[in-house]
């Protein structure tokens, strides 16, 4: 691939760009869907080509090519710098490199996901037969309806190298899979996922890691909960109550009102259309009270079998941790070479691109609630009333981060410091700073879990992200309960 690098970033220089990069990009999918017994989906995806950008003038252009040739490379930078030059027009920047960049990125290096064993080279009946014996134990349970298992499997290979010096390549694998039973009675429709809701669970790792959630060891329980649900007591309605969220469910909670929220293009207004705005605007860096002192978030890409776990962004910024929340107070944005230096900082490594035909933008890598000190049985124990919240059923949150509402698949009552009846329907409502300085209490890092968000959407035209962030229960004083029926 030399020979093509050369030849896309001289061209680029040719035509006056006073930056530009290349990502080649080429990525692999399996999917395989088994719904009530039957194979519903199996799917083999292929997708490989060339994404350039340049910067001339202080504008950007971008354009991209699924041959990879010589030939479509420089035709690729050309149209990327004409692009650029067209833009320059529009805004009149005027802005140089260094203005925009900040110092030299000049990584180099390789990097590939640690694995156990590749999926790919995991024979297809060994797959079904996971599935299968899933889809067996769910449908032991009379009440269940509807059943669905999965399973997918990610293999990207990434090089990318810019006019400042850096080349580096990188083999990234994802695996992952999940369970749902539906069950329906009684005037209901409840359903019960494992290990997350929304499909599956899904990491950084190979074969093993689906191995290791048992799917089949689980699904019984799963599809025996769904039909419980069908008679169990409503969530109460309009009350302020304390709250124990388990750790997948607050991993949502964090994706929606803290990681989008950090995004430094969205906070710059940058950003304020299909993904919107946020809260947390740059005059409230380093002052802003966003939870108690209980609350500590981080940006790590380096985490192990995190979504965002890397080598380098699509810049060629090497991974690293970075403060978000400390102590409650809100520390740091995730950002880019060109909005970190709007802010006279250094780019903490968050661009990202879906594929080699999008733009990079700034996306989440794992941004995670660092643990606490609580063992799970000490805090229910702790709680005199209120309810214990598992796994994500449905979502709302406003364009800035700030009101939210959230619904689980499943409540569980807690009266004396004991878990008591089983509740469905549940919800809970607040208002974004007001909830997180609520949190009292984090539970250790025994309890504490990475959990894979592979469907975030940001940017026009659209890009899917796949991200992660850790949790531990965690205690949330006077929440507001059962405002969605």
Known sequence: MDPLIATALDTARKRGAQYADIRLVSNREQRIVVRNGVVETMTADESVGLGIRALYDGAWGFASSRELTNAAADAAAGQAVQIARASARVNGAGLTVSDLLGAPVVSKGNYATPIDIDPFNVPIEDKLSLLFAADEEMGK???????????????????????????????????????????????????????????????????????????PGHARRIAGEAAELLTADPCPVGIDTDLIIDSSQLALQIHESCGHAVELDRALGDEAAFAGTSFLTPDLLDSFEYGSDQVNITADSTSATGLGTFGWDDEGLPAQASDIIRRGRFVGYLMSRESASRLDQVSNGCMRASSWNRIPLIRMTNVSLESGGWTLD???????????????????????????????????????????????????????????????????????????????GKGQPGQIAHT?????????????VGVLR
């Open 141 to 215: 349970v009379p009440q269940v309806s509807a059943r669905m298992g999965n399973v997918v499997f990610i293999r990207e290979e990434r090089t990318f190298a810019n006019t400042e010096g850096a080349l580096v390549t990188q083999t990234i694998h994802e695996a992952g899979g999940g369970i749902q039973a539906t069950a329906v009675g009684n005037g209901e429709t409840q359903r019960r996922s494992y290990p997350q809701s929304h499909g599956r669970q899904q990491g950084c790792a190979g074969w093993e890691y689906v191995v290791a959630m048992d799917l």
């Open 378 to 456: 000490d805090l229910i124990a702790d709680t005199d009333d209120g309810i214990f919240l598992e796994t994500n059923r449905s979502w709302s949150i406003d364009d800035r981060r700030y009101n939210f509402q959230f619904g689980t698949e499943v409540g569980r009552e807690i009266k004396n410091g004991k878990l008591g009846r089983l509740l469905r329907n549940c919800t809970y409502t607040g208002i974004t700073p007001d909830f997180w300085r609520s949190c009292d209490a984090v539970c250790g890092p025994q309890h504490w879990q990475l959990w894979g968000t592979p469907r975030c």
């Open 468 to 480: 992660s962030h850790g949790a531990s229960p965690s205690r949330f004083r006077k929440v507001r």
